[in-house]
């Protein structure tokens, strides 16, 4: 029988932490190793990035909080003994503070490029999310939600066709910004159904496998 996050027995540890292993879900390679407390766990498990309780600070401590290089959880697995938490993660970017890969000085051979890749996930669940739950008058993000799925989605019309004129043109530059406004508008719209990007890679991860 495996065991589930609700097996997880933070008692045993005097101060209520638990070690947190994260490991790459694409590459198998260790990441970092934190410790996490059961409002760390429950913070990891409600916003989708990984969140420790830091022994050096005594506060929850969210990974990327000031770097940016966050950890995407995308699976959570629990030892035989309740008493050890593993975590699947995409990262952001770097997961160590000195700018390597790992913290165990490991080359991470795949991270340049999921790092690049994760980043839609940070734009989409932690600022375009955040304009959503938390709206703000000077936010043009809020005041697509604010105006609803339908202009939301013309602005996502609008934005492909700027990208197949520019497309007939030569300007590298102009056809990068016109995608890259093509693609924010396209993370609205999904977080506006509620769907995650995750679970449209997976569509074309399984069309691919």
Known sequence: MTNTVSDLDFSKSADGLLPAVIQDAATGKVLMVGYMNEEALEKTQDEGTVTF?????????????????????????????????????????????????????????????????????????????????????????????????NKIAQKVGEEAVEVVIEAKDDDADLFKGEVSDLLFHLLVLLEQKNIDLDEVISVLRSRHS
């Open 53 to 149: 309780f830091s022994r050096s600070k005594q506060r929850l401590w969210t990974k990327g909080e000031t770097s940016n290089n966050f950890l995407f959880v995308k699976e959570i697995l629990v030892d035989c003994d309740g008493d050890t938490i593993l975590i699947k993660a995409t990262p952001a970017g770097p997961t160590c503070h000195t700018g390597a890969d790992t913290c165990f000085g490991e080359k991470n051979s795949q991270d340049t490029r999921i790092g690049e890749a994760a980043f839609l996930n940070y734009l989409q669940k932690q600022v375009i999310r955040e304009r959503k739950i938390n709206p703000s008058d000077e936010s043009y993000t809020s005041s697509l939600f604010k105006r609803g799925i």
